[in-house]
């Protein structure tokens, strides 16, 4: 669902801010206030998984066993231009480029990865708007997890675009960067049985 303000007028960060906390699952899209999907459980069991393979060997200072160096957080909003701010799945940070931890309610710092779970009632969002608005913020690195194909696509910035330079289904296990440390199931993310990473 799509709306402008009552006047007609493009939608603001402060017309987004407005909407009550407990009911504010929306983006603010080019002057558009969109509402995000209602997740599935297989959203949701996706993200979450997706979040404890990257979040977990990921979100620590860098050194010791884990690669660690980033900042990894769920459905925060964050600020890119004054009428584009966004609550993607799954958002992360360098530590490298953001040495203390991220915060505000919407984030102001581009972020270096964005992972967008695709719900089945808009997978084109996900596939084209916000990878053309995500390619012109130029965010670095760009993962679309599709729980209907049960695939990963990983995308990287380029000046003409992103370059797809990774696409997997279940049952592959993959380096996926900017996570290539680690090795990661496909299948684990879509709740496949003996794919623990």
Same mark, same amino acid.
């Given at each position: 669902?799509?709306?402008?303000?009552?006047?007609?007028?493009?939608?603001?960060?402060?017309?987004?801010?407005?909407?009550?906390?407990?009911?504010?699952?929306?983006?603010?899209?080019?002057?558009?206030?969109?509402?995000?999907?209602?997740?599935?459980?297989?959203?949701?069991?996706?993200?979450?998984?997706?979040?404890?393979?990257?979040?977990?060997?990921?979100?620590? =200072?860098?050194?010791?066993?884990?690669?660690?160096?980033?900042?990894?957080?769920?459905?925060?909003?964050?600020?890119?231009?004054?009428?584009?701010?966004?609550?993607?799945d799954v958002v992360g940070w360098?530590?490298?480029r953001a040495p203390e931890r991220?915060?505000?309610?919407?984030?102001?710092?581009?972020?270096?990865?964005?992972?967008?779970?695709?719900?089945?009632?808009?997978?084109?969002? &996900? =596939?084209?708007?916000?990878?053309?608005?995500?390619? =012109?913020?130029?965010?670095?690195?760009?993962?679309?997890? &599709?729980?209907?194909?049960?695939?990963?696509?990983?995308?990287?910035?380029?000046?003409?675009?992103?370059?797809?330079?990774?696409?997997?289904?279940?049952?592959?296990?993959?380096?996926?960067?900017?996570f290539e440390a680690v090795e990661?199931?496909?299948?684990?993310?879509?709740?496949? &049985?003996?794919?623990?990473?």
């Amino acid at each position: 669902m799509q709306h402008r303000t009552q006047e007609g007028n493009p939608a603001t960060v402060a017309d987004l801010l407005a909407i009550p906390d407990n009911q504010r699952f929306h983006e603010l899209v080019a002057g558009e206030l969109v509402r995000k999907a209602t997740p599935s459980g297989e959203h949701g069991d996706a993200q979450s998984a997706l979040v404890v393979r990257i979040k977990g060997p990921f979100q620590r =200072r860098p050194g010791g066993k884990l690669p660690g160096g980033w900042w990894i957080y769920t459905e925060v909003e964050i600020e890119l231009a004054p009428d584009h701010v966004y609550r993607p799945d799954v958002v992360g940070w360098r530590r490298e480029r953001a040495p203390e931890r991220p915060t505000g309610s919407p984030i102001a710092l581009r972020p270096d990865w964005i992972c967008e779970v695709l719900s089945p009632s808009n997978p084109g969002t &996900d =596939r084209v708007t916000k990878l053309n608005h995500y390619h =012109r913020f130029e965010i670095p690195h760009y993962w679309i997890v &599709d729980p209907m194909e049960e695939s990963l696509s990983v995308f990287r910035w380029t000046p003409d675009g992103y370059l797809l330079v990774l696409a997997a289904e279940r049952g592959v296990r993959v380096r996926a960067e900017p996570f290539e440390a680690v090795e990661l199931s496909v299948g684990a993310l879509f709740g496949e &049985d003996g794919a623990e990473d």
